[in-house]
Nanobody, 127 residues
Framework: QVQLVESGGGLVQPGRSLRLSCAASGHNLDYYTIGWFRQAPGKEREGVACISSSDDTTVYADSVKGRFTIYRDDSKNTVSLQINNLEPEDTASYSC????????????????????WGQGTQVSVSS
């Protein structure tokens, strides 16, 4: 069982930056494909970024490409999401998820392969 915990959310003004982190205990996240997802009230869950377990290939949603960066910090056993130039539309609960499938070069933003999910961290962007 993989326990995931997100951190780094908060209330910020438009144009600011945040770095969200996904941490795990008891498992090495380097062995898992990791995705970041967000969900706003009344909206469906949206996959924003993922990083594969095989070769660290990354995939981004068109809505965040150029502003969001997903990366691993193996020394801390975490996967982070750097968010730049925050917009009010980025307001959502952000969750990380782990895919235990065999290593592959492509990761999936649909959410279906991910079996383990964190509880989420809230990002609120407002003037």
């Amino acid at each position: 069982q993989v326990q995931l915990v997100e951190s780094g959310g908060g209330l910020v003004q438009p144009g600011r930056s945040l770095r969200l982190s996904c941490a795990a205990s008891g498992h090495n996240l380097d062995y898992y494909t990791i995705g970041w997802f967000r969900q706003a009230p009344g909206k469906e869950r949206e996959g924003v970024a993922c990083i594969s377990s095989s070769d660290d290939t990354t995939v981004y949603a068109d809505s965040v490409k150029g502003r969001f960066t997903i990366y691993r910090d193996d020394s801390k056993n975490t996967v982070s999401l750097q968010i730049n130039n925050l917009e009010p539309e980025d307001t959502a609960s952000y969750s990380c998820a782990a895919d235990p499938s065999s290593p592959q070069s492509l990761c999936d933003l649909s959410g279906r392969p991910y079996l383990y999910w964190g509880q989420g961290t809230q990002v609120s962007v407002s003037s």
